[in-house]
């Protein structure tokens, strides 16, 4: 007697299982009469909305937006679907409730198939979105004989296709791009040695095999709707796949180990409609190609730029070769920012930036020349870096007429370490907020950095406070409060 698909997905050895003890659960619970709860008065309609939220994820217009494994979303129609009957007919009719499919690793593909199917048709013709956990190699065969043929026959219904698998296996998730995809806004590809739940992770792995085995040049034929790329550790589609042009492409983020120069450059030309641009990688060789000026490059559109380490030494070496007239947020990440002195003179004139953040950096007295070009900035956040007492001095200055950034409204220092001979200074900028005194200046009307609101957040190991200038800062942080926020040790 052959078994429904839901009853084999209660059996599957899948972490939605657990399903199973929340039916048993409520077996057990005795019948009730519901009629007066004011919830059973709200029409199917309306249900359907409330139940939506529990299915929803991050929106792909977010820029940096990561699309990670949610297992709750993935049990969220089954559990609304198990509390009464008149829950399960609403919930089973709204086709968009099933839109999240979850592809976790190591799992029967007798139990992935019927798990698939059920899916496919309570969710109609509505977009999904397919998440893979992990592929690991040793489960590709099973995936390519049965969990990857079911996914290809809903192609046509794909919006975003997020995987992290291990190097062998990449060949085999790109070739389920290579033919058209008219929905699909979002595809976010990482190979990593091992599974991760933090992030990206930027490997040194050898991909010539995927390279061998792979065709790039049929890589996304057709996908009028793309909206958001992300490629993690996948260098063989970035040699062909820059020659073709993705209309609709707003969010462009590649994290490679090595990336030629030539193929970033190549990249930003011809897709010059992004709105936001992310390029990390641990080096950028100059090819051939590009022993000369890359060229005048457009982007009207950029909103926000992030570099990192190899990308930052392009524009280092080319500080006006891009034009981007709109960008408002700039994140700088492993590099020295002494040498982009040219780069920062260059947005300066050019650009609308607001927004400066800078991440995993030594700001040393070099520095200090090279960030002051920025005069315009309002946010500055400094994560994980070293300032020193010169640099500190700065930020903090009292004198008005001497602040490296007159505008700036918010400055954030988080796990930043500060130079000993500058805590001194930190306990100044503590006290001068008590008399934070007016909010601009009353010639020129423009606001000073006294009002800034400030989130000092130092490691206690590194601090150099002295028990007594905490207890004072704790004193003054309790007075001042909205004013600043020190946390301090």
Wanted: charged share 20%; net charge neutral; with cysteine.
């Amino acid at each position: 007697m052959s078994r429904s698909p839901h009853e084999i997905l209660c059996e599957g050895n899948f972490p939605m299982n657990e399903l199973r003890g929340d039916l048993v659960a409520l077996s057990l619970i005795p019948p009730h009469d519901f009629s007066n709860v004011p919830i059973s008065i709200l029409p199917d309609e309306l249900l359907c909305e409330i139940f939506s939220y529990e299915v929803a994820g991050p929106d792909d217009s977010q820029h940096g937006a990561i699309f990670k494994v949610n297992l709750q979303r993935a049990k969220a129609p089954f559990v609304i679907s198990t509390v009464c009957q008149r829950w399960r007919e609403a919930c089973c009719s709204r086709a968009k409730l099933w839109h999240y499919i979850l592809i976790p690793n190591r799992q029967p593909t007798e139990f992935m198939s019927a798990y698939l199917q059920l899916v496919f048709g309570r969710s109609r013709d509505a977009s999904l979105d397919i998440i893979f956990g992990y592929v690991e190699e040793e489960w590709i065969e099973e995936y390519e004989r049965q969990v990857f043929p079911l996914l290809v026959t809903q192609r046509h219904r794909w919006r975003r296709l997020v995987a992290e698998m291990e190097p062998e296996v990449a060949p085999n998730l790109l070739r389920l791009l290579c033919a058209p995809t008219a929905r699909l806004r979002t595809i976010q590809l990482s190979v990593q040695q091992e599974q991760t739940h933090r992030g990206f992770r930027i490997l040194d792995v050898d991909l010539e095999e995927v390279e061998a085995s792979f065709d790039a040049v049929a890589f996304l034929p057709d996908a009028p709707s793309m909206y958001c790329v992300t490629m993690v550790n996948i260098a063989p589609v970035w040699k062909t796949w820059h020659a073709a042009i993705q209309p609709s492409l707003q969010m462009l983020q590649v994290l490679q180990n090595v990336i030629p120069t030539s193929t970033l450059w190549a990249l930003l030309r011809r897709h010059s409609q992004v709105k936001f641009v992310a390029l990390h990688a641990t080096e950028c060789p100059v090819t051939s190609a590009d022993e000369h000026h890359p060229g005048d490059i457009c982007l009207p559109q950029l909103k926000k730029l992030w570099l990192r380490a190899g990308p930052a030494a392009m524009f280092m070496a080319h500080p006006t070769a891009v034009l981007m007239p709109t960008l408002r947020t700039l994140i700088l990440g492993r590099y020295s920012v002494a040498k982009l002195h040219a780069f920062f003179r260059h947005l300066h004139a050019t650009s609308s930036l607001r927004r400066l953040e800078l991440r995993s950096i030594t700001l040393a007295d070099s520095a200090v020349t090279a960030v002051a070009a920025l005069e315009r900035l309002e946010h500055v956040e400094i994560k994980n870096a070293f300032l020193t007492a010169a640099l500190f001095e700065r930020l903090v200055q009292s004198d008005v007429g001497n602040v490296m950034w007159p505008r700036v409204r918010n400055l954030k220092l988080v796990a930043t370490q500060v130079a000993t001979a500058a805590t001194e200074c930190g306990l100044q900028f503590a006290r001068m907020r008590r008399d934070p005194g007016p909010s601009s200046d009353e010639e020129s009307g423009d606001p000073v950095l006294r009002w800034v609101r400030c989130q000092l957040d130092l490691p206690s190991r590194n601090s150099g406070f002295s028990d007594e200038q905490v207890q004072e800062i704790a004193t003054i942080r309790r007075e001042v409060k909205a004013i600043v926020t020190l946390e301090l040790p």
